[in-house]
């Protein structure tokens, strides 16, 4: 079964960064690209960044650009979102999920807090 | 961007009876390729949203039978034949056709009367 554990998130002050990992197993890490999706009670679930299967490639919602970087680490099985210049209006919780190439965004896993504020 | 929007946002429904919400998209969501990349997901309460329908009308392993999506490039519509309990929470579209970004719907919340 495919299982994803993210973890880093937290409290942290407007400004400050944190870093979130997202570890899989369960499927062929290395063939899947792979998202980071918020959710907030506000705003339902926006979509903030992906990276194919081989990291080469990445994009990013307009709210981040600049300020998420995101990466994989095909030997660990690992995806993360670095997250600099934290704003209030990145609170919220961060899933990673899969994407098999044709069919979409598929599994997410449990997610993690991030709560921005002073 | 693709802007989808959802309707209705709030829907009781009755155990037993049909369900149907509707996702429409701003732009046609047919890709180059042929395919339409519209997926269904549902959040239960508490818990992570799990896809339900992909490329419009193609259940996920696992989904019943009772669940069932349609529609073609702007309009689009998941349907429950027979509501059941497990059933309520938030139904969110998604599109993955024009990228990025991916977009969701608002999301419809389905209750139990």
């Known amino acids: 079964d495919v299982q994803l554990v993210e973890s880093g998130g937290g409290l942290v002050q407007p400004g400050g960064s944190l870093r979130l990992s997202c570890v899989a197993s369960?499927?062929?890490?290395?063939?899947?690209?792979m998202h980071w999706v918020r959710q907030t009670p506000g705003k339902g679930l926006v979509w903030i960044s992906h990276?194919?299967?081989?990291?080469?490639?990445?994009s990013y919602a307009d709210s981040v650009k600049g300020r998420f970087t995101i990466s994989r680490d095909n030997a660990k099985n690992t995806v993360y979102l670095q997250m600099n210049s934290l704003r209030a209006g990145d609170t919220g919780v961060y899933y990673c999920?899969?994407?098999?190439?044709?069919?979409?965004?598929?599994?997410w896993g449990q997610g993690t807090l991030v709560t921005v504020s002073s | 961007d693709v802007v989808m929007t959802q309707s209705p946002l709030s829907l009781p429904v009755t155990l037993g009876q049909p369900a149907s919400i509707s996702c429409r998209s701003s732009?046609?969501?047919?890709?180059?390729?042929?395919?339409?990349?519209l997926n269904w997901f549902h959040q239960r309460p508490g818990r992570s949203p799990r896809r339900l329908i992909y490329?419009?009308?193609n259940r996920d392993s696992g989904v019943p039978d009772r669940f069932s999506g349609s529609g073609s490039g702007t309009d689009f519509t998941l349907r429950i034949s027979r509501v059941e309990a497990e059933d309520v929470g938030i139904y969110y579209c998604?599109?993955?056709?024009?990228?990025?970004?991916?977009?969701f719907g608002q999301g419809t919340k389905v209750e139990i009367k």
């Open positions: 998604m599109q993955g056709s024009h990228w990025p970004p991916w977009t």
């Open positions: 990276i194919n299967s081989d990291g080469s490639d990445t």
């Open positions: 369960g499927f062929t890490f290395n063939a899947y690209w």
């Open positions: 999920t899969t994407d098999d190439p044709g069919l979409g965004i598929d599994s």
């Open positions: 732009q046609s969501l047919a890709h180059a390729d042929g395919i339409t990349y």
């Open positions: 490329q419009v009308s």
